[in-house]
């Protein structure tokens, strides 16, 4: 057995988690009417049978008819839904892992013409997608409270379903990365401006989750700097700028950061080896998620540009990182669609069995 600091528990304020390793949001576009595929509850065992210690959901569109952007994404709109979403909780538990919900709006990433409601635009601080184009709607100070509420409710509804926690997507380029983001947040209120009140938005959203569960209810945010729309841009430009931006957001109590780069061993800046979950660490005291190609040896960006094999490769310096305590969690993506098994076979000195990933592992679902 292996003596890696993957396999040590870890407690995220009244939660015990069995190990350091946690599955990534992964979408899958398997929910039709966002009811969860009746194959769900067994894809997410498999990964917390592999042993994973705990499951982040494929991204969940919270309750608007405005945060759907892409096909077959799940939600918990229906009776149906949270049905199926018990199943799922009750699956990865009874395999004595835990399991929190990705909850997500997609923002100005939405097109007209897409369900549930075709007439209903992507919904956006200031109707930028990116820096370019104005085409999505503004949204009113009215609807961004609503938005807030939403995000409660659904915090709520997710506690009541069972689930240990939930991850608010604040990255990615996606609604409140969009806030966050100088180029798509141009408002004049208390949600734009400088970057402390761009985080306002993010910070209401936790503030009114944590406010709506109960105290043992994890409630925590993904951030990136990277955006889809551009993979160069940046939230802050340096570590300074950066660190008022996390002791902002850590003033909204979140229980832990995920941060999201494509190379966790990549430094955020010149100025410090630590990667954005050390930063974020070492700045708030919050217990803090990588991920970013772990056990891979190319990160996702030519995942559909005809790039997308990947194979094993080492975790040493994960492992060191984790052992100076950079980090607390380690998400992994991509090699647990092609393994399940990928902890396990790792805890097991088994590196030489880990299925290498392609991108047959996305279209499929198993
Ligand atoms: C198929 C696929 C779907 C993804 N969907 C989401 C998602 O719903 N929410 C999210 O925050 N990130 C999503 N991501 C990003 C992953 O969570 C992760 O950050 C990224 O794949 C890097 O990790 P990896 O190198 O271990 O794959 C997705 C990635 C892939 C490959």
Redesign the pocket.
């Known amino acids: 057995m292996s003596s890696s600091p993957l396999f040590s528990n870890f407690t995220l304020k009244n939660l015990t988690l069995k190990n350091r390793l946690a599955m990534?949001?992964?979408?899958r576009n398997f929910s039709p009417n966002g009811i969860p595929h009746k194959d769900a509850a067994k894809y997410y065992q498999r990964r917390a049978l592999g042993g994973i210690g705990l499951v982040i959901t494929?991204?969940v569109e919270i309750s608007h008819d405005s945060s759907s952007g892409y096909p077959n994404c799940p939600n918990l709109r229906t009776v149906e839904a949270r049905k199926e979403w018990k199943k799922i909780v009750q699956a990865v538990h009874d395999a004595g892992s835990k399991i929190f919900c990705?909850l997500?709006h997609v923002g100005g990433i939405r097109k007209l013409g897409l369900p549930p409601n075709p007439e209903i635009p992507g919904f956006t601080p200031s109707g930028y997608v990116n820096a370019k184009k104005q085409v999505a709607h503004a949204m009113t100070l009215d609807e961004i409270h609503e938005m807030i509420k939403i995000y409660a409710d659904d915090s709520k509804i997710c506690e009541d379903i069972g689930f240990d926690g939930v991850e608010i997507?604040g990255?990615?380029g996606y609604l409140i990365d969009q806030f966050f983001w100088k180029d798509t947040n141009k408002r004049e209120d208390q949600y734009g401006g400088n970057l402390l009140k761009r985080a306002q938005f993010a910070c209401d959203i936790v503030d009114a989750c944590q406010t709506n569960t109960s105290r043992d209810f994890i409630v925590g945010i993904?951030i990136s700097q990277w955006k889809q729309q551009d993979y160069d841009a940046k939230i802050a430009d340096n570590i300074e700028n950066l660190s008022e931006f996390l002791l902002k957001l850590a003033s909204s109590n979140p229980d832990f950061f995920h941060c999201?780069t494509?190379r966790y061993w990549e430094p955020e800046f010149t100025s410090s080896s630590l990667n954005l979950a050390g930063i974020a660490k070492e700045v708030t005291k919050i217990p803090t998620i990588t991920?970013?190609?772990?056990g891979?040896n190319k990160?996702?960006i030519n995942?559909y540009a005809g790039d997308d094999e990947a194979s094993f490769s080492t975790i040493e310096e994960l492992e060191n990182r984790l052992r100076n305590k950079e980090f607390d969690l380690v998400?992994?993506?991509?090699?647990l669609l092609s393994d399940p098994n990928w902890a396990n076979k790792i805890q097991a000195n088994k590196e030489n069995e880990i299925q290498q990933f392609n991108k047959s592992y996305?279209e499929n679902y198993y």
Do not use: K, Y
Not at 291 to 294: C, D, L
């Open positions: 990534a949001p992964m979408t494929e991204g990705q997500w997507h990255a990615h993904r999201s494509r991920v970013g190609s772990v891979l990160d996702f995942l998400a992994i993506g991509r090699a996305v």
